[in-house]
């Protein structure tokens, strides 16, 4: 099942959770995707648990859940620049460049997406948290 949550990004968990329980999909298949403005744009990092980070739609979700314990992949954007606020920048049009960028990270989350269903979160955090000019995400 793929979902997009159709409410604001603050108050996704209520849907994932709604979702979660009517298929009765278990913690550890269930998959969240995001942007995350702490990674470089590029990158890719795959975890099968953890805090919000900050972000107030994982926030969302790991409420409305009850709990942390499930895998999330985190695409990074980057910070703003300057004094520039994240809502506008996450909205803003992309330069040719950033959306060339975007399509090979997109591509990158693709196949550790498709990984993780086939052979786990171990393998596909192995191969696929790095940014996609081939260095690591740490």
Known sequence: ILAKPRTYMNKSGGPVAALARFYRVPLDRLLIVYDDLDLPP???????AGGSGGHRGMRSVIEQ???REFPRLRIGIGRPP???DPADYVLQDLS???EILLER???QAQGAIELWLEEGVEEAMSRYNRSVDGAGAE
């Open 96 to 98: 040719d460049e950033e």
């Open 42 to 48: 590029g990158t890719t990092r795959l975890r099968p």
């Open 65 to 67: 859940l009850g709990s």
């Open 82 to 84: 300057g004094r520039m």
């Open 105 to 107: 990270t997109l591509e």
